[in-house]
């Protein structure tokens, strides 16, 4: 795990970990809907930023006789099991507790206290995201907007901090909404009804990082770019007449394996041939550092009918 997506995850734990204290202390002194939601949904939160760390150790564990290509994947797996955990404990539990208040509201006590929580909450979750944003940043290409960043990064952990801090932030707002229009209209399906929105949007950020994370548990190649590089890369040698055709595999978030078959010289020996083949690899690896295994077959282009 790169260091920026460490230092978003434990900025987004501590600010999660002391704002569902605070939202939890909140909901018992104002019986608020939306307090209680944002709490189970800070918690939730908090709990995935502990998967994603655990995650990250147990991905660096050495391939063992059984995982010969190591245990990278194991960090997309918990990204999944932080989807779920998300559309859960977070997303289902506020959307029924929003239901239960609306079939029986019942009025939300000292109002001020639960506003002071929630916008001291909304600070919180500002540093969060601001963190999240930075480190974003150092690995996004400038040209990339956020949305495409979450939709095609390798590395789960910033795409989902960064999708959690947001829809905290959304999620803070529909509570003070619902806080407040109870307030004003002393009507507490408001607060009701801020504890269903906020269960609706946490359940559609976990169906979209559950589709991400799927999508790289099944195995993706490496981005466009990458693959230039790989191919630029091995037809640079001179004993490379062309590169017949190309696979490539995220087998983690920093590492990628390599397959391609190579049509070299015809009259190259054995022993030049296994230094061109190493020297492709060289290339390879100045290229793209996140190569890991790489595996050159030797070939004959043919022309095949279609």
Do not use: C
């Not at 009025?107 to 944003?133: D, K, N, Y």
């Not at 190649?221 to 017949?244: G, H, K, N």
Request: negative net charge.
């Amino acid at each position: 795990m790169q260091e920026g997506s460490r230092k978003a995850i434990i900025a987004a734990f501590f600010a999660n970990l002391g704002i569902a204290v605070a939202k939890l202390t909140g909901f018992l002194i104002t019986g608020s809907a939306g307090l209680l939601a944002e709490a189970s949904h800070s918690l939730a939160d908090t709990g995935n930023q502990a998967l994603l760390m655990f995650g990250g150790k147990r991905s660096r564990r050495a391939p063992t006789e059984t995982h010969q290509f190591g245990f990278g994947n194991e960090r997309y797996f918990w990204a999944f099991v932080v989807a779920l955990v998300l559309f859960s404990g977070g997303g289902l539990f506020a959307l029924y507790e929003g239901v239960q208040k609306l079939l029986h509201p019942h009025a939300a006590e000292s109002i001020g206290v639960a506003v002071g929580i929630l916008l001291a909450a909304v600070a919180l979750e500002t540093f969060s995201l601001l963190t999240a944003v930075r480190e974003v940043r150092h690995v996004k290409p400038a040209e990339m907007s956020y949305w495409r960043f979450v939709r095609t990064a390798k590395q789960p952990e910033l795409p989902i901090v960064l999708l959690e801090d947001v829809g905290a932030e959304i999620g803070l707002v529909f509570a003070l909404f619902g806080v407040v229009m109870t307030s004003l209209t002393d009507n507490a399906r408001w607060d009701a009804l801020g504890s269903v929105a906020i269960g609706l949007l946490l359940m559609v950020i976990a169906v979209i990082l559950a589709v991400r994370m799927k999508a790289l548990l099944i195995g993706e190649a490496a981005s466009s770019i990458d693959q230039e590089a790989v191919i630029e890369a091995l037809t640079s040698s001179p004993r490379v007449i062309r590169m017949i055709h190309i696979r490539t595999l995220h087998l983690g978030p920093e590492e990628l394996m390599v397959a391609a078959k190579v049509e070299f010289e015809r009259e190259i020996s054995m022993a030049d041939l296994a230094v061109a083949v190493d020297d492709a690899e060289r290339a390879i690896r100045a290229r793209v550092p996140t190569v890991g295994l790489i595996y050159i077959e030797p070939d004959l282009y043919r022309d095949l009918p279609q």
